[in-house]
């Protein structure tokens, strides 16, 4: 039941694939709303569905487009008593998702805005990156003219927190021959698919991450996480060479060992196999 005496809205979080990511409290959120706001409504039907939830008329089109005069309508259906959520096609609304503008209006209006916090692709690559997350900065898309990367990565020059930013996969290969060229010993993880069937996190530094993803066919969402400048090695050498002794002397077979300490301290996957090379012949 909505409470009818106090409008809010409520910005929601769905998920980045994996459909279990939906939290119990957004779904009934999605379930109870006097309305959801949504970027695509064709795409949201799915998750409704999907959850065996019925729109039923509640479904209303929020984008960049038009995000504005929705505000007005929001507003209008709050200052009614309703609750009014807010969804993005995945992930968190308003975090490079229309949603900013809407939320300073109805905060301007003096009304309620709170959230039902879960999946950003953001907090989730860096979660696995395994770089610094001390301090970062989200860069949204990397821009597509040449001149304007240029600026970009000469600002990255000077950037000692970690960055992270959004990339197609048509334009992943050649971000990275770039950033090669800047920043090749920097570590680096490409996240790709989080969450779903195809999810794979490359990781090493810039020059053996471009050579990885050279001449490979490159599908799916993808978030990028960079080292700043002078960044710490993550982990020591001796830790991840204990790791690896541990693993070796389990049973583990050369590769399955680095495999492991690579993805456990992030350290690349050849440097994990060399080490774990070498240990080996001592053991
Ligand atoms: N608001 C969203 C959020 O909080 O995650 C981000 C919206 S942004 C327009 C979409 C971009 O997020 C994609 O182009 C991709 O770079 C990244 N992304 C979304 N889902 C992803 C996933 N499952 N794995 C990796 N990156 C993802």
């Avoid at 984008?63 to 969804?87: F, K, M, P």
């Avoid at 090749?184 to 530094?205: D, F, M, Y």
Wanted: proline share 4%.
């Amino acid at each position: 039941m909505t409470d009818k005496t106090l409008g809010q809205l409520v910005i929601v979080a769905t998920p980045l694939g994996n459909l279990g990511d939906l939290s119990p409290r957004a779904l009934q959120l999605l379930a109870s709303a006097d309305a959801v706001f949504c970027e695509d409504t064709r795409h949201s039907r799915t998750l409704f569905s999907a959850n065996n939830i019925s729109p039923s008329g509640r479904l209303f089109a929020l984008h960049e487009h038009n995000e504005a005069e929705q505000s007005g309508e929001v507003i209008a259906r709050i200052a009614r008593g309703e609750t009014v959520v807010l969804i993005s096609d995945a992930g968190t609304p308003g975090i490079s998702d229309p949603g900013t503008r809407v939320v300073a209006a109805v905060a301007a209006a003096g009304q309620v805005v709170t959230t039902a916090p879960g999946p950003s692709a953001v907090i989730a690559a860096l979660s696995v990156a395994g770089i610094d997350t001390e301090r970062f900065v989200m860069e949204g898309f990397v821009p597509r003219k040449a001149g304007e990367r240029l600026a970009r990565y000469e600002e990255w020059a000077k950037e000692h927190r970690t960055i992270v930013f959004y990339e197609s996969p048509q334009r992943l290969q050649a971000t990275l021959t770039e950033l090669a060229q800047h920043f090749a010993n920097r570590q680096v993880c490409v996240a790709r698919e989080l969450t779903k069937l195809h999810e794979e996190l490359i990781r090493g530094s810039v020059a053996e991450v471009a050579a990885i993803v050279a001449g490979r066919e490159i599908l799916g969402e993808i978030v990028v996480v960079l080292a700043g400048a002078g960044a710490a090695p993550p982990v020591d050498d001796e830790v991840v060479e204990a790791c690896l002794r541990d693993r070796l002397n389990s049973g583990d077979s050369t590769k399955d060992a680095a495999t492991y300490a690579a993805g456990l301290y992030g350290v690349s996957q050849r440097v994990a196999y060399e080490l774990a090379l070498a240990i080996r012949n001592t053991l």
